[in-house]
């Protein structure tokens, strides 16, 4: 089980040190309410293609947001992680950690990321702060993903050379009160976004 506790782990000669600019002002600023949307689905369910999409809307909408999408934070700030569940838990948390600084900038953070685990999910939302943390889920079915299989990580974790892969050898824990559902088996990609910004809308834009 995961502590939801965040703990202070600085160096004792290490401070923190407050901005002058608060996140009202910078949202202000932006024109905008700072936010995270938190997408969590299977390998290959779209979760960065409709992130993608998202950020495209919300720029062209006159917004500023960045995605963070797993894959790319694996090539750089979280290249020394594996795939055991310590390290995918902290592979979250520096997500989320990240999330939130882009947050108090007064920035739309769109995150695409499988995030299997609800306890994980349920940390990235204690660290960005249940206000600013909308949890999607693109729910689109594992028999789905696996027909798409756009990287071919299915195929090589049927044949055993992927360990501890979601869907096949590694368990998705589905959330159980999401702030949408999405499956994009059913919904094309226009509709999905539709909704995602339509959701967006009426609060943080």
């Known amino acids: 089980?995961?502590?939801?506790?965040?703990?202070?782990?600085?160096?004792?000669?290490?401070?923190?040190?407050?901005s002058g600019v608060a996140t009202e002002q910078r949202c202000r600023q932006l024109g905008q309410q700072a936010a995270?949307?938190?997408?969590?689905?299977?390998?290959?369910?779209?979760?960065s293609t409709l992130a993608y999409a998202l950020e495209q809307r919300l720029f062209h909408a006159g917004r500023t947001c960045f995605v963070l999408d797993g894959d790319n934070l694996r090539h750089h700030l979280n290249s020394?992680?594996?795939?055991?569940?310590?390290?995918?838990?902290?592979?979250?948390?520096?997500a989320a950690e990240v999330a939130r600084l882009m947050n108090d900038a007064g920035l739309i953070v769109i995150c695409a990321f499988i995030s299997p685990l609800r306890s994980d999910r349920d940390l990235a939302r204690a660290i960005i702060g249940a206000g600013n943390?909308?949890?999607?889920?693109?729910s689109t079915p594992c028999t789905v993903c696996e027909e798409r299989d756009p990287k071919g990580l299915y195929q090589k974790a049927r044949a055993g050379l992927i360990a501890e892969f979601t869907g096949v050898s590694a368990p998705y824990e589905a959330p159980l009160q999401s702030a949408l559902t999405l499956d994009t088996g059913v919904l094309t990609l226009e509709h999905a976004c539709d909704q995602l910004f339509g959701h967006l809308t009426p609060r943080f834009l």
Do not use: Y
Not at 85 to 90: G, M, N, S, T, V
């Open 1 to 18: 089980m995961v502590s939801l506790e965040r703990q202070d782990k600085a160096a004792p000669q290490v401070f923190w040190h407050a």
């Open 80 to 94: 020394d992680l594996g795939f055991t569940a310590r390290d995918r838990q902290e592979n979250i948390r520096r």
């Open 133 to 138: 943390f909308i949890e999607t889920h693109v």
């Open 36 to 47: 995270t949307v938190w997408l969590t689905g299977l390998s290959g369910a779209g979760k």
